[in-house]
Nanobody
Framework: QVQFVESGGGLVQPGGSLRLSCAAS????????MGWYRQAPGKQRELVAS????????NYADSVKGRFTLSRDNAKNTMYLQMNSLKPSDTAVYYC???????????????WGQGTQVTVSS
């Protein structure tokens, strides 16, 4: 069974940085696209960023473009999200996910981690 473990969340002040990690097991990690989602209370789960299986191409939501960087280390079965210049609106539970691309659009599989809480507040 595919398993994901997210880590690295926490409480930071606006303008601060966090690096989230997603450790994957139970799948051939390097064969799949991956994505980071987030969900704030009362809001729908939102795709933050996605990356191709080889890590060659990334896509970002407009709200995080220029501030977040998604990367993956296929040798370690791990995906990362470097989050800089954090804003209070970034506060959410962040989840990693396995998926696929159809054209340039990312579609998630039905495999999710438990999430890691990111809180941006003074």
């Amino acid at each position: 069974q595919v398993q994901f473990v997210e880590s690295g969340g926490g409480l930071v002040q606006p303008g601060g940085s966090l690096r989230l990690s997603c450790a994957a097991s139970g799948s051939l990690f390097s064969f799949y696209a991956m994505g980071w989602y987030r969900q704030a209370p009362g809001k729908q789960r939102e795709l933050v960023a996605s990356i191709t299986s080889g890590g060659r191409s990334t896509n970002y939501a407009d709200s995080v473009k220029g501030r977040f960087t998604l990367s993956r280390d296929n040798a370690k079965n791990t995906m990362y999200l470097q989050m800089n210049s954090l804003k209070p609106s970034d506060t959410a539970v962040y989840y990693c996910n396995r998926g696929k691309y159809y054209g340039s659009t990312y579609y998630p599989d039905d495999y999710w981690g438990q999430g890691t809480q990111v809180t941006v507040s003074s």
